[in-house]
């Protein structure tokens, strides 16, 4: 055998040993709250369902009527709420969003990336909404509304994970949050109503209004909450210590918030949803569908981006010239692995806390639209962590220029 032939024989093991190593890295720079966040999902949806259906006094425990309540969401509900929003805004860096400006592939990337999310995005959920849901308005409204809500949060921790730029993830993430005060309003409206010729029981103006209105308290309040907070640590105690005691503190409330939101609209739903979860479990397949095709087609997107640029082979190292020979890509090394891993996860995330926010606002705790926006965290954060491995996985066989 040729040394050429054992060279090449030994790059599959080489490549194996490495996602092996990849996966055990991505599994270990998880906190074990991220690690068990899908199981305490469920848990703490089968314990607020048996409530539901052994208490029915429970039912209305939690109704805006009757109750002090804030845009129609009762006084309870809405700080858990507004408390879930506030962590992932302090972890965004405020201070520092002129800087990144001035890196030219920071801008080009923002411009793809808006298309990508404030276009293509809603777009496909509302395809793969209408393609599952074709007979349940409620919950095909519900699954549109996390489509149209770009992701603010998580996507800074999948990232992370899978090696993303961090840059460019925060200049992203700003961007996103600043736009929903303007964008989701008539997103939410065009993607639910006029588009899918659904019937208003109010005027376009006057639902256009509850809309901005409920982006405005559910979004506004913990956006200015979240950035005062930032803002002030860092010049009272220093950066150092606000990531090191602040911001550790203030970290877990978003999933303490986020579980005590889904426990309060389960006890008042739950009766309702175990009678209906036949059609409730039809939710799943656009999320399921719109997570792995967001992710793989920006993956794509990325590489056929980065192909037709140049067809100039740069210098490679042997085991990657091998490789070359048979994946995908190997006509240039002008992608850059970390800005299309910030790509993929900022394309296929979804604020689904906003979306959750938004949809008790309009229709009520105990609404089909409610139930389908809280499927979204259930299946989004196992999925996308599935996916920050994946990314480790495929990264071997590729050739990337990281250089930006």
Known sequence: MSEDQKSENSVPSKVNMVNRTDILITIKSLSW??????????????????????????????DAEGHPNLMGVSIPLTVGMIVMMIPPICKVSWESIHKYFYKSYVRKQLALSLFLNWVIGPLLMTALAWMALFD???????????GVARC????????????????????????????????????????????????LNTSNRV?????????????????????????????????????????RFISPWATIGFHYTLFVIFISRGYQFIHEIGSAILCFV????????????TFALMRYLSISRSDTQRECSCDQELLLKR??????????????????????????????????????NNSKQ???????????????????????????????????
């Open 370 to 404: 409610a139930i389908a926006a809280t499927f979204g965290p259930l299946l989004e954060v196992p999925i996308l962590l599935i996916l920050a491995i994946v990314a480790r996985i495929l990264k071997p066989y590729y050739i990337w220029n990281n250089r930006n």
């Open 136 to 146: 349940y308005k409620e919950y095909r409204q519900g699954i549109i509304m996390i």
């Open 286 to 297: 656009p999320l399921v569908l719109y997570f792995f095709i967001a992710w793989f087609s």
């Open 327 to 364: 994946v995908w890509g190997r006509k240039s090394c002008e992608a850059s692995f970390s800005i299309t891993m910030t790509q993929c996860f900022t394309m296929a995330s979804n604020n689904f806390e906003l979306s959750l926010a938004i949809a008790i606002s309009l229709y009520g």
């Open 207 to 247: 639902l256009f209004e509850e809309v901005a209105k409920s982006v405005g308290v559910f979004l506004g309040i913990p956006l200015g909450i979240g950035i005062t907070i930032r803002l002030a640590s860092l010049t009272i105690v220093g950066k150092s210590n606000y990531e090191k005691y602040i911001l």
């Open 152 to 199: 603010i949060a998580m996507v800074l921790i999948l990232n992370q994970i899978a090696g993303g730029d961090n840059d460019l993830c925060v200049v992203l993430v700003i961007t996103n949050s600043l736009l929903q005060m303007v964008l989701y309003a008539p997103l939410q409206i065009f993607y639910c109503y006029v588009i899918s010729h659904d019937h």
């Open 33 to 62: 709250l991220d690690l068990m966040l899908p199981f305490t999902i469920i848990l703490s949806i089968i314990i607020a369902v048996i409530i539901s259906v052994y208490v029915p006094s429970s039912r209305h425990t939690f």
